[in-house]
Each structure stands twice: as structure tokens, then as C-alpha cells.
């Protein structure tokens, strides 16, 4: 088969606009990512393969109950977590009972309940406080030394999708919480 210089151009063209393209997409728009480990079990699986929407966090801050890609405090990880309580809440563990401005939060998607205390502490201005599912075997925001507080920045995106394996393809969706308030939509004590 022979090209001549035009035919050979125009597939240069095509295949640097491709890359360019996918390039574009995986920067600015959507990544994937592999679930590593057990911290968000019963609702993720190790193995499974994500689609994160890195353009949501660009027009509004991550919100609680979304589950979100973070690079944590060694720069070469990256982990994936629920976002539990964003900037000015106040959060408070104790003997098993999360508690966010001070209400009891239903979580109907965790593995256990809590082992752990964590002292009331109010989420500072630009962060997110995350916790994976599976709370006793997470290393997550209540570990100040490795992840802690997670600044707005370090949140890579939501994770949206589920793709492979392809029987356990899904929308990812931000839990329903049932009771006398909503939990995903309590006022922010500033």
C-alpha cells in the first residue's frame, strides 16, 4: 500500500488530533481510576475501574455524600472516598454515631458501625472531610498524618461511574438518606 505526501499528511493530522483530543479529555474533563484495597467496600470492590468527572469540582465544591477521587498527603496516591462534611460543619464521632452539626447521621451505605472517637472538629475553609465506607479499615480524614483535612485542590473529581467489570457497570449515586432531616442538605455554621 503506498501513500502519497497528501494521503500520509492527512493521517499525521488524524492521529495527532485523536491524541490532542484524548488528551484534552483526560486532563480537563474525565480520568479513570482503579479501586485499590477494601476501604470502600460494601459499595466499591478492589479491582473495580472508575470514570472521575474532573470538571464538576471547577464549578462547585464537592458536597457531602459524593464519592471522590483525593490525592492525599503523599503526592504519588491517590485514594477513594466519601466526602462526609465540607467547610464550616462541625463533626463529632462518638461510640459509633457520626454526628454532623450536631444531628445523628443515617448512613445506610457503610460496612460497620464506627470502632473509633473522633473529637467534635470543625472542618476548616477550603477542605472536605472524607471517610471511605468500610470505617474501620479506611485510611482516611480521621488520620491526620497521612490524609487529614483534604484541601479542595487535592480532590481530583467525583467519581460518576462504574465501567468495568462490565456486569458490575453502574451510575455511581449519592445515597438517599431517610429520616426527620436531610443530611446532604444541612445549613453550613459559619
Known sequence: MEFNKSEL???????????????FIMVFLFQTYK???KSMEPNLHEGQ???????????RPPKPGEVVVIKPKD?????????????GQNLQINN?????????VHEPYILEKL?????????????????????NRSMDSR?????GFVPLENVVG???FIYWPLTQAQVIKTPEVKGDWDFFNIEINQ
Open 143 to 147: 488520620d491526620q498524618r497521612n490524609v
Open 96 to 104: 459509633g454515631s457520626l454526628r454532623i452539626n450536631g444531628l445523628p
Open 75 to 87: 503526592p504519588s496516591k491517590k485514594f477513594v472516598k466519601r466526602v462526609i462534611a465540607t467547610e
Open 115 to 135: 470502632d473509633d472517637d473522633y473529637e467534635w472538629t470543625v472542618i476548616p475553609q477550603g477542605t472536605v472531610f472524607v471517610m471511605g465506607d468500610n470505617r
Open 9 to 23: 499528511r492527512e493521517w499525521i493530522e488524524s492521529i495527532a488530533g485523536s491524541v490532542l483530543t484524548a488528551l
Open 49 to 59: 475501574r472508575l470514570i472521575v468527572d474532573k470538571l464538576t469540582y471547577r464549578f
Open 158 to 160: 467525583k467519581a460518576v
Open 35 to 37: 479501586v485499590e484495597g
